[in-house]
């Protein structure tokens, strides 16, 4: 039951924030961590916070591309700017978007 929490927190960091490699090794220690608590209601209270932080990951995004889909504005540009970037990574381009980043 915490493996399958931690993999689904890790899958949906790595799908909405794969930038963010400092957060997935903070997620990862903190469960190494408690790896050996003995305490049953310990043990849930961790399992719940990471089901409920991914609910909250994947809702969040999800969110925001709905607004994007019904044309309510959500600073558009940053938005597609994010999209264009994911899609070069994917087949190993740089854009010039992150030039101005770097």
Request: glycine share 0%; with cysteine; charged share 35%.
């Amino acid at each position: 039951m915490a493996r399958q929490a931690l993999r689904e927190l890790l899958r949906a960091l790595q799908r909405y924030t794969p930038e963010n490699q400092d957060f997935r090794k903070h997620v990862l220690s903190e469960f190494r961590r408690n790896a050996d608590l003995k305490d049953k209601q310990e043990i849930r209270r961790t399992i719940a916070l990471a089901k409920d932080y991914t609910f909250l990951i994947t809702n969040v995004n999800e969110h925001l591309d709905l607004l994007l889909d019904c044309n309510i504005s959500t600073d558009r540009a940053s938005r597609q700017r994010e999209t264009v970037k994911k899609i070069a990574r994917r087949v190993g381009l740089r854009t010039s978007y992150e030039d101005d980043v770097d």
